[in-house]
């Protein structure tokens, strides 16, 4: 039998901070690759067409582009559903069977592709899905961080559902071809929309390797689960990055600290906001990555960072540092400064800089101490601060 593939890759990772999941590096290829060679070690395959943003249309097309003609890549819609439907009608060719397959899974085994392919063959449309362990609650809405259980669900007739997910195409298109336009927003994977239409699936065992990369902690156990097999040099590794920075105090500005606008007389110079700890943290990241400083990415004498936002300027470097496959683990601030007093202020620096960096706010950490009126901080003539952060990648 004759056999499709389309590989949804149009999410926005918005649960990674906007990170493209399938460009992100594994073992020194974008995850999407591998996610491409599972499929392609199938012979019957005729077909793979890869569905992404618009946006990295480019990346997507070079990554495929070792897979030949027989690998397409098109562009996906506002939503998953609108996404595999666009792969549906970008076929060329109908095959006999349709598989869709998510791009951030790069560790499918080929057997559990095949033993998915043969069931469909067989009884029209299957999915790899796997047991529960834990024990299943409904639960109803009571006040926020409070919910209320209203029953407990029997987990033997449960199931955790994963990908490839293997259709008759006929089956599947016209399933898509039913739904309503509001049908998009509820429905979860192509199973559902065929259950939608009326259609019988059948499951097959999944696979626990068969890790899907929705958070930072999914990709850290990608990361080590291929680094256990040997597909990645090594498992999950830390990194530790220092970052300095200084700027005078001088009339006429805002001070930016953290984050944070500060009440006081005097701002920073600087060519953009000169928010010293945010400028520290950058600098803490980019070395903990091996990615430069500061300097190098938004350097002082370009127009378009005069008077730029630092916050904005540390988000791109958090997605600078994801696109090389790192994320932040902790950061560490120590502010050093005459004036003016800082401690109301620390709250708030926390909550910021956390929020930019996708961290807890536990695992941020501002200090503000002076120079005891030693060297130029010391006279008041302005603002230093020492970072510390770790890295996991």
């Known amino acids: 039998m004759s056999i499709s593939f389309i590989i949804a890759a149009a999410g926005r990772g918005e649960r990674l901070g906007g990170v493209d999941k399938p460009l992100l590096p594994l073992a020194g290829r974008p995850v999407i690759v591998h996610s491409l060679e599972n499929l392609s070690e199938m012979s019957a395959i005729c077909e793979i067409v890869v569905v992404g943003r618009p946006e990295v249309l480019p990346a997507m097309q070079d990554a495929a582009a070792p897979f030949g003609q027989k690998c397409r ?5 506002q939503s998953r559903i609108e996404s595999v ?23 499918a085994p080929p057997d559990l592709i095949r033993r998915v392919v043969d069931a469909a063959g067989r009884r029209g449309a299957a999915v790899p899905a796997l047991p529960l362990a834990d024990t299943v609650k409904r639960v109803c809405d009571d006040e926020p961080g409070i919910e209320r259980i209203c029953t407990t669900l029997f987990r033997e007739q449960l199931r955790r559902v994963q990908t490839p997910q293997v259709f008759e ?33 059948y499951t097959v065992l999944g696979d626990e390797r068969n890790i899907k990369i929705t958070t930072w902690e999914d990709y850290a156990r990608v990361r080590w689960v291929a680094g256990q097999r040997g597909d990645a040099p090594g498992g999950l590794n830390l990194r530790v990055g220092v970052g300095y920075d200084s700027h005078r105090f001088c009339a006429g500005r805002k001070l930016y600290l953290g984050g944070v606008a500060i009440a006081h007389r005097l701002g920073l110079a600087g060519h953009s906001d000169a928010d010293a700890v945010l400028h520290a943290i950058c600098d803490a990241l980019l070395g903990a990555c091996g990615l430069g400083d500061i300097g190098e990415h938004f350097p002082p004498g370009a127009p378009q960072f005069r008077d730029a936002s630092s916050a904005g300027l540390l988000c791109e470097v958090v997605q600078c540092a994801a696109r090389a496959g790192w994320r932040p683990g902790n950061i560490d601030v120590t502010i050093i400064a005459e004036e003016p007093r800082l401690a109301p202020y620390i709250g708030d620096m926390r909550k910021r800089i956390a929020s930019i960096t996708g961290l807890e706010e536990e695992a941020v950490s501002v200090k503000a101490t002076t120079a005891e009126e030693m060297g130029a901080i010391g006279r008041s003539e302005g603002i230093a601060s020492i970072a510390v952060c770790s890295v996991f990648g």
């Not at 890549?73 to 819609?77: Q, Y």
């Not at 598989?99 to 560790?107: E, F, I, S, T, Y």
């Not at 998009?184 to 929309?193: C, P, R, Y």
């Open 73 to 77: 890549v098109v562009a996906g819609g």
């Open 85 to 107: 439907y666009r792969g549906l009608q970008a076929l060329t060719c109908p095959p006999d069977l349709v598989g869709v397959h998510d791009g951030a899974r790069p560790l």
């Open 169 to 201: 195409h006929k089956m599947l298109l016209e399933a898509y071809c039913s739904l309503s336009p509001g049908d998009a927003a509820q429905l979860t994977d192509d199973a559902s929309v065929v259950e939608r239409a009326g259609g019988e699936i």
